[in-house]
């Protein structure tokens, strides 16, 4: 049974309410089975624990009690357009030469031209 955030500290999964036993096996000296709804209404404040700031940065939240930044798009609008017209990936030829890859340019990781040395630097 999983403890209420207001329970454990979500950062550091400190134990922020006097109840607790913190033993793994049960949730709560008072609620071993756990809680009816999401809230407590025995939850007592530990005054032995400090205060935890969950600070994210913009663009990141928490997942799971695990902080994840998101990936900033590095291509405006117009460039990821061009991108599809013009990677073998989408068009199966090089950009550079025309030269056509084999049939199994779908599955390939690497799109290195053989004929002039062209070089995909986007992966």
Not at 59 to 87: F, V
Not at 97 to 112: G, L, N, P, Y
Request: proline content about 8%; hydrophobic content about 30%.
């Amino acid at each position: 049974m999983p403890k209420l955030p207001e329970c454990v500290g979500v950062a550091r999964l400190r134990h922020r309410c006097l109840l607790n036993p913190h033993n793994l096996h049960i949730v709560c000296a008072v609620h071993p089975a756990g809680t009816q709804g999401d809230s407590c209404l025995d939850f007592r404040e530990n005054p032995d624990i400090e205060p935890e700031e969950l600070w994210q940065p913009e663009g990141a939240s928490y997942y799971n009690d695990e902080l994840i930044l998101q990936p900033q798009q590095r291509l405006t609008q117009q460039q990821q357009l061009e991108l599809l017209d013009t990677h073998p990936m989408f068009t199966g030829k090089c950009p550079q030469c025309q030269h056509e890859f084999d049939r199994d340019w779908s599955a390939r990781v690497h799109w290195d031209c053989s004929e002039c040395g062209w070089m995909d630097d986007t992966v």
